[in-house]
């Protein structure tokens, strides 16, 4: 959960045994939110296996490592497709040309040629050979190393998946579990999302507190402050957490 105007604290305890973790939230008002632990999924799984993988090949290859985790999560699911488990085809790469060891699996019609890779790291190299090597992805290559927003949407337009909502997927995966964060550590920076994306502001609600002197506060009129938070009267409870953006 994102903090307003001042940056919350935030502290994490991971338990090996569960594999949860317990998330403390310091809000505005100062007092403590604390969330049930969190079951770790597939997908935070297949993040702490391949991500060095995707960053090694975005040292490469300029591919944004978010994109390409994006991009392997979407299309092994999360590494538990046929294709990933028994041919460490993370990404439906078909056989064209391909000299090596294949695998047929239904795809867009029956029994399609699909390559077959001795370990998962030789599918993420072919990944980023594919695109490097086609002219029709070379725009995505001037875009900025942490653009996975353009490099999503730029996937899509050069003919990368016919699926209209394939960005939209892409871009969720990546701001959802935060993958951003892996182009900043090879590029050396301080992670962030997309400039265009916005951080949800939000507050609990202590004693005085209104949502006339909230609309003052953050500068949101009275009218969206209930309209985000499905509110029928001007009530407020002490406690309750209101979503300002």
């Given at each position: 959960m994102a903090c307003g105007s001042k940056k919350g604290v935030v502290t994490k305890k991971e338990k090996s045994k569960t594999k949860t973790e317990e998330v403390v939230v310091k809000e505005n008002s100062g007092s403590l939110l604390t969330k049930k632990p969190k079951t770790r999924t597939s997908v935070d799984t297949y993040i702490d296996t391949y991500a060095q993988i995707a960053m090694s090949e975005m040292r490469t290859s300029k591919i944004p490592a978010s994109i390409t985790l994006a991009q392997g999560i979407l299309e092994s699911g999360s590494g538990n497709g046929r294709l990933a488990k028994e041919a460490n085809n993370h990404?439906?790469?078909?056989?064209?040309?391909?000299?090596?060891?294949?695998?047929?699996?239904?795809?867009?019609?029956?029994?399609?040629c699909f390559r077959k890779y001795k370990q998962a790291s030789k599918s993420y190299k072919d990944h980023s050979d594919f695109l490097v090597g086609r002219k029709r992805y070379a725009k995505l290559f001037k875009l900025k190393a942490n653009d996975y927003k353009g490099w999503a949407r730029g996937l899509r337009a050069a003919g990368y998946a016919t699926d209209r909502k394939y960005p939209q997927k892409l871009i969720s995966l990546i701001e959802r579990y935060e993958l951003y964060k892996y182009d900043a550590k090879v590029l050396g920076g301080k992670s962030k999302k997309s400039a265009d994306s916005v951080e949800v502001i939000t507050h609990t609600i202590v004693k005085g507190d209104t949502l006339y002197s909230l609309s003052t506060k953050y500068r949101v009129s009275v009218e969206e402050i209930k309209r985000k938070n499905k509110l029928t009267s001007n009530d407020l409870s002490i406690g309750q957490i209101l979503k300002i953006n």
């Open positions: 990404f439906g790469i078909k056989c064209h040309g391909w000299k090596g060891a294949k695998i047929y699996h239904d795809d867009d019609r029956s029994q399609e």
